[in-house]
């Protein structure tokens, strides 16, 4: 079943129900998708992961981590090598490494503020690659997370954020349908139907100044 609701992917009401096999559950996994976004063709591709806390089953979480296992802490840290905040955040640490003695050394107050921040802008860098690099550390979905699919943001300008849900199993669809039965998201809606006039709106205006612009510059240039 397909399901478009608004409101941003935390909003929508989960039944305690598995949504692999619809029965009573009593677990939940993280469901983690990436998404790419592209302002413009001059601008660079920026990438998104978004979740949701789903309910399963404990029969079906068990299968999910046979199928899923997570990888090695050591494997996920390697991750941040590909963000290119790494050069800073060593290079801080290296040196608030190196200052460490030294403050033990003078004791003095100034010093011990450069070592802080010194501190505080390496953490601050690791903080930013961890985040940064968040997508490569994102597992595949199985075949019991594969059972609760969504999409990005589908909402267009002036309206409310809203998301395709696809559900695999019609117990669940049901059931998550019924509790966000406010949410539905309706085109022909009194609030779709404002977006839609303040669209055009805009773009009425938008084209308007364009006109006056034009007309402005062959005026000048006539006289």
């Not at 979740?51 to 390697?78: D, I, M, N, T």
């Not at 938008?206 to 006539?222: E, H, K, M, R, S």
Request: proline share 6%; aromatic share 10%.
């Amino acid at each position: 079943m397909l399901v478009e609701l608004t409101g941003p992917l935390g909003s929508a009401e989960l039944p305690p129900l598995c949504a692999s096999c619809g029965s009573a559950a009593g677990q939940r996994l993280q469901v983690e998708k990436v998404f790419r976004r592209k302002a413009g063709t001059d601008v660079p591709a920026t990438y998104v992961v978004s979740s949701v806390s789903v309910p399963f089953c404990g029969g079906c979480v068990a299968r999910h981590q046979a199928e899923s296992p997570p990888k090695p802490l050591a494997v996920r840290a390697l991750t941040l090598l590909r963000s290119v905040l790494m050069i800073p955040a060593v290079s801080f640490a290296l040196i608030t490494l190196w200052l460490l003695p030294r403050f033990f050394d003078s004791g003095g107050l100034l010093f011990g503020g450069i070592l802080l921040a010194f501190a505080l802008l390496s953490v601050a860098c690791f903080r930013a690659a961890w985040a940064q690099t968040h997508r490569y550390r994102v597992a595949e979905l199985s075949s019991v997370t594969g059972s609760f699919d969504f999409t990005d943001d589908l909402s267009e300008l002036f309206e409310r954020e809203r998301h395709n849900y696809l559900l695999r199993n019609p117990t669940f669809a049901e059931a998550f349908n019924a509790a966000n039965a406010d949410r539905v998201w309706d085109p022909a809606s009194p609030g779709a139907r404002r977006a839609d006039r303040a669209r055009s709106g805009l773009l009425i205006a938008v084209v308007l100044v364009g006109v006056a612009y034009v007309g402005y510059l062959v005026i000048a240039a006539l006289l």
